[in-house]
């Protein structure tokens, strides 16, 4: 398999960061997002091509595996996209919290998929889960992220007992705090407060490094300081 | 509030048993399923009334709750409902996926939400939701139950952390094994390997009876011999 | 098996209110402890019988079973005590960390072993092991705490696993928050935010009373407004 | 702090792959092991000394720090030792699970808080454990290595805990499934179906890297095709 990467749900900082180290590694990246616009400076940096995405669309999710076919299958793919609805329990709109279990685990059933699809030819791959504390805790008034991030996990699971043996390496990433970014600076007098991207994006490197006989299928990272 | 239970997702030998065993402890029993017709024999047995509702249909799920209203909220609601994509990842019809994740998760949203609105303002009541071995853990071959059954243990836990410092009881059930029936019978050179439905209805009848000093958010029941 | 239970580490507000629930439900019960002097009202008002013992010793758990065997071995056995060295870790009395570590799990494999060789013969009984919050989180400032609750957890389960498909029922009662007690009594203005040593005991009864189809092995207890 | 790490229960193979991985990456590397004779090849190989050291003896645990401090206070400590006593719970000896929980659990207490006070003062250093499968899951014939291990990881989690906001990284390794090693070559038709200890010594050192802005506090490592 060839050295290249899909990253699903790319703008955020910990997308870019994944970028900017898949590509320092040798990696060619795709970047799929609904919206590529805002995705011009990276691909200029990076050297990574966009796509654009609604993960939410089954049939957006069959075109950009068809278009990445046409050069080669990704042997890395990272999912990313979540959706929220927030507050309390009752005062929930049903149709945001279909529209979160759609984007936050729906989408990731779908690019799993496609990527295994692909993946099982070569016998090998990885696919990355994005977690949240939401992943292994349910939260007050957060109920609708909590389904979809649990829901999420249980695909990485059933995914990593299934797909393993296979030789397919299948992990999910339990993000446990909030991360900093141009508009969350990490506060002067608490340093390293907040999860910097490329600190996280080591570990996601580290887990696709990782030999085969000695794989974790979850990792999970929080700041020094985070209560847990 | 008034003695009074509602089970959706009717049918199966678990919710017989449990509308036995509130019926006997002097709950009067409402019993939501999609097809009514099977419930009849139960009804006349325990004095229950059934309604036809498919919870993965919205309208259905507030039908169901006015019905209710009319003759008062119930003070109990249990939620058994489940759907199944089954086979490897890469043959599973997305369709079917998304099914699985309507009735077993986002229906047990719907019911749990409409329930809640109704015991908050009595500020008691006790909402159960069904789950099995898949709740915990993601086998392979089984990533749609996977994702469903995770995402209402994330809802279950959610809610209870949300709504039992409002007086509710939300508690969630992992059913770990098979549950013997007419058309599985229990062997005979193997007593009680399968889970009787009665057994486990007084494992739900204990959650309800629970004094609010010490509330259990979960309890697992398997056979003795079960390998866990 | 005769209805004969012994509650180990009696004395506490649990302890008492165990003996009256086993005493009320037909059970001839041996309370053991240090200092038995404390237990005689208790004696005198459940029909119980005391026994000196001190479960970091040996000899005093082979005693005391001894003295059982004369009579009956019981069938149902709960191991409640636990000591704890508290503070920063590294001001931890080494001493008192391994004293932790005896009392509160190394005598619970001893109480285990004794109970379990008497059992097996019966092929049945019930042994439950108390737990709490420590079991399943390490809090800061609890590290010998952690260490012995863990362990006794991974007792109960090792147990649970090896001695269920032998008939006999093995149990972790994870007792999330504060006990109330005459000396730590509810607030006035906060009903039922300590737990009711009687409600706790009602879960103990639901396990022992469990059919062998449907046992569980854990069940988390904790007040209505108990954060979690 | 300087780039020094002290490895205790070194001598099998996943100890020298440890040593090896740190020496290459610039640490000065103190083993410390019951029996020191067998590690006098690593020694010369790695460049590291050797000290004699039995964990279950307070005194040795002393001693060896003592002579740390004489030239300086490990940045890294890693701990591996343990025992076990196998076999059907009634057929245990007492004295053999004391020592399991003695060498597995307590004697990281001793470690772990002599490493602390060194590193408090430095404010930052690096603590690993080495735990298994056993300690997350209990298993049949294996109580005593379930407490020992348990109690570790309740241990190292408390640390963390209490540790990481004051500088000190602390974390939990679960090795699940078999080591590879001379005497326990992995089969020729099953390729890395054995954990590489140079392969578990990569997350080891992934660990010892992170930035403290995303700590991990538990991996898992497991060979690609192991039943989990």
């Avoid at 320092?24 to 966009?50: H, I, P």
């Avoid at 998929?113 to 696919?127: D, F, N, P, V, Y």
């Avoid at 059933?158 to 992990?171: D, F, K, N, T, Y």
């Avoid at 991207?197 to 490197?205: C, G, K, L, R, V």
Wanted: net charge positive.
């Amino acid at each position: 398999m060839s050295k290249t990467a899909l990253i699903v749900g790319a703008g955020s900082g910990l997308s870019a960061a994944l970028a900017r180290a898949l590509s320092k590694d040798g990696y060619s990246c795709t970047l799929a997002a609904r919206n590529v616009d805002k995705l011009a400076a990276l691909c200029k940096e990076t050297g990574a091509t966009s796509i654009a995405c609604d993960v939410g669309r089954r049939e957006d999710v069959e075109r950009l595996f068809a278009q990445l076919d046409a050069t080669g299958a990704p042997s890395v793919v990272i999912y990313n996209p979540s959706a929220r609805a927030r507050g309390p329990l009752v005062e929930l709109d049903p149709a945001k919290v279909a529209q979160t279990l759609a984007i936050t685990a729906f989408g990731g059933f779908l690019v799993g998929q496609a990527a295994a699809k692909r993946m099982l030819e070569a016998k090998s791959g990885t696919i990355v889960f994005t977690g949240a504390s939401a992943s292994v805790k349910g939260y007050a008034n957060s109920a609708a992220f909590a389904m979809g991030k649990f829901a999420l996990r249980g695909l990485a699971q059933s995914m990593a007992r299934e797909l393993q043996p296979q030789g397919i390496h299948v992990a999910h990433v339990v993000i446990d705090g909030g991360i900093s970014s141009a508009t969350r600076p990490v506060p002067a007098d608490k340093p390293d407060s907040l999860l910097a991207p490329e600190a996280i994006a080591e570990s996601y490197m580290h887990l696709i490094k990782q030999s085969r006989s000695a794989w974790s299928w979850e990792i999970e990272v929080r700041p020094w300081v985070e209560r847990f």
